[in-house]
């Protein structure tokens, strides 16, 4: 049931004397993640929710109570500032004492970066281990994921890549750069194929931060991006003026923190004549860079965390440990039973095409291969722009597209005004934070079901 913001904050407010009687206080972002905190907690304290589902976690003012309960906390659990980018400056004012844990940051969390387009490319989704760094899956059978053509005054320029959230996307990168004859998009086209030679070919030519890059097309780049730097930066000569291709391994957009990745050496900005994929949208990709943070949507992080959990916990209350053990241990045997059950029902699934309100759901997706075909806003919510809806609306007929999920915490009618008249059947709802779910135990597992039985209604 969906609780009024008074109630709310009237709960939140009486945590500090009830919930924390005999435990520490403890203060968790959003419900999923508190749901697993308080299975942790079971038998000791309650920890106390910031973030009620109804709300979007992305843009938030904390009320009065919210702020009192982060100023008296002992230890507080945050997926990490790509959800909630407000959060990190309020820690730092009112928890300073806090024992803080980011859940993006645990090590073993499965991490997947954010996805390019308002369509999304066919990946592999049961990925094994746990990667702090995905490699790109290139299913579309590229060596590459990104190309542009550039019209390039002869000169020095700069291509840099920066950490975000405090790491690089991935660790090392191949680039090749071959000067074209043509121009745009048929650049691009006539240089792929010795692009893709390049980069599939065991032999490449490493380069550090600060050394020169030339085009060259009998050898990529191993470009090596310094873990002790903020930005590593690589040196680009070009001798003549003309069109160069660059095909890149990965997103560029990916490793762009404060700056554009190509500059001349004064710092301008240096964009391509053409680029593919090219539904890359330049205006919002400050918000869409790094790691997507809706890693809670895997039961397996949801297993790895509460582990976490259990043992922050016990460093600031010793005598629960056996407790707080026991309790992750459960929670941990739990989500194996779910995601086997879920994995049944999602056989059934096989074939179903739909697309989601905001790209929050991959990491449910490749759990259970499940892929959605495409979003209309990016994953922190933002406004499509028209030409993402064009190209949504594109694919309803050339995918076959029979469903569509709006979010109960943004615009409920959008969806009905972009799919008006098309083949889409089924405009139902799918929610990463649960809404409709009673927060504390209980709720994470029925989030994760839920999902399940939003898609069983494309059937």
């Known amino acids: 049931m969906i609780r009024s913001s008074f109630v709310a904050g009237l709960a939140l407010s009486l945590l500090p004397i009830n919930g924390w009687a005999t435990g520490?206080?403890?203060?968790?972002?959003?419900?999923?993640?508190?749901?697993?905190?308080?299975?942790?907690?079971?038998?000791?304290?309650?920890?106390?929710?910031?973030?009620?589902?109804?709300a979007s976690p992305h843009s938030y003012s904390l009320r009065p109570s919210e702020a009192e309960a982060l100023a008296e906390a002992d230890a507080v659990f945050w997926i990490g500032e790509g959800l909630t980018p407000w959060l990190e400056k309020s820690l730092d004012?009112?928890?300073?004492?806090?024992?803080?844990?980011k859940m993006m940051a645990v090590e073993a969390t499965t991490t997947h970066s954010y996805r390019e387009g308002a369509t999304f490319e066919t990946h592999d989704h049961h990925d094994q281990g746990n990667e702090k760094h995905d490699d790109a899956s290139h299913d579309d059978g590229h060596a590459y994921e990104w190309a542009g053509a550039f019209e390039?005054?002869?000169?020095?320029?700069?291509?840099?890549?920066?950490?975000?959230d405090g790491d690089y996307a991935d660790p090392k990168m191949k680039m090749a750069i071959i000067e074209s004859d043509a121009k745009g998009e048929a650049a691009i086209e006539s240089e792929e194929k010795a692009a893709e030679d390049l980069i599939k070919s065991p032999r490449s030519s490493e380069r550090v931060h600060g050394e020169l890059l030339t085009p060259n097309d009998s050898s990529a780049y191993q470009l090596m991006f310094?873990?002790?730097?903020?930005?590593?930066?690589?040196?680009?000569?070009?001798?003549?003026?003309?069109?160069?291709?660059?095909?890149?391994?990965?997103?560029?957009?990916?490793f762009e923190a404060e700056e554009h990745f190509f500059k001349t050496t004064d710092r301008q900005d240096v964009e391509p004549t053409s680029q593919e994929p090219d539904s890359v949208d330049h205006h919002n990709h400050h918000h869409h860079h790094g790691k997507d943070p809706h890693a809670w949507l895997d039961p397996m992080n949801a297993k790895i965390w509460a582990g976490e959990i259990a043992r922050v916990l016990a460093a600031i209350?010793?005598?629960?440990?056996?407790?707080?053990?026991?309790?992750?241990?459960a929670f941990a045997e739990s989500m194996d039973e779910l995601m086997a059950s879920l994995d049944e029902r999602a056989t059934r699934l096989d074939g179903t095409r739909f697309i989601v309100f905001h790209?929050?759901?991959?990491?449910?997706?490749?759990?259970?291969?499940?892929?959605?075909?495409?979003?209309?806003?990016?994953?922190?919510?933002?406004?499509?722009?028209?030409?993402r809806i064009?190209?949504?609306?594109?694919?309803?007929s050339e995918l076959g597209v029979t469903c569509a999920f709006a979010e109960p915490q943004f615009n409920p009618g959008m969806l009905d005004t972009v799919f008006e008249g098309s083949e889409?059947?089924?405009?139902g709802v799918m929610d990463p934070l649960g809404v409709e779910i009673d927060v504390g135990l209980g709720q994470y597992p029925t989030l994760i079901r839920q999902l399940m039985s939003s898609l069983e209604k494309c059937q």
């Open 226 to 254: 310094d873990p002790d730097r903020n930005v590593t930066e690589f040196r680009i000569v070009v001798e003549s003026s003309g069109v160069y291709t660059f095909f890149t391994e990965h997103m560029p957009f990916e």
């Open 24 to 54: 520490p206080k403890v203060v968790v972002d959003i419900a999923p993640l508190h749901s697993m905190v308080a299975e942790v907690m079971n038998g000791v304290g309650e920890p106390a929710l910031l973030i009620e589902p109804e």
């Open 317 to 329: 209350d010793s005598s629960n440990t056996e407790v707080y053990q026991q309790n992750a241990e």
């Open 152 to 164: 390039l005054s002869a000169g020095e320029y700069v291509w840099s890549f920066a950490k975000v």
């Open 390 to 396: 064009r190209e949504i609306q594109g694919l309803v």
């Open 359 to 387: 790209d929050a759901y991959q990491y449910f997706e490749r759990r259970f291969d499940l892929p959605a075909a495409g979003a209309i806003s990016i994953s922190d919510a933002s406004d499509p722009s028209p030409a």
């Open 93 to 101: 004012t009112l928890a300073g004492d806090a024992q803080r844990t």
């Open 424 to 427: 889409v059947r089924t405009i």
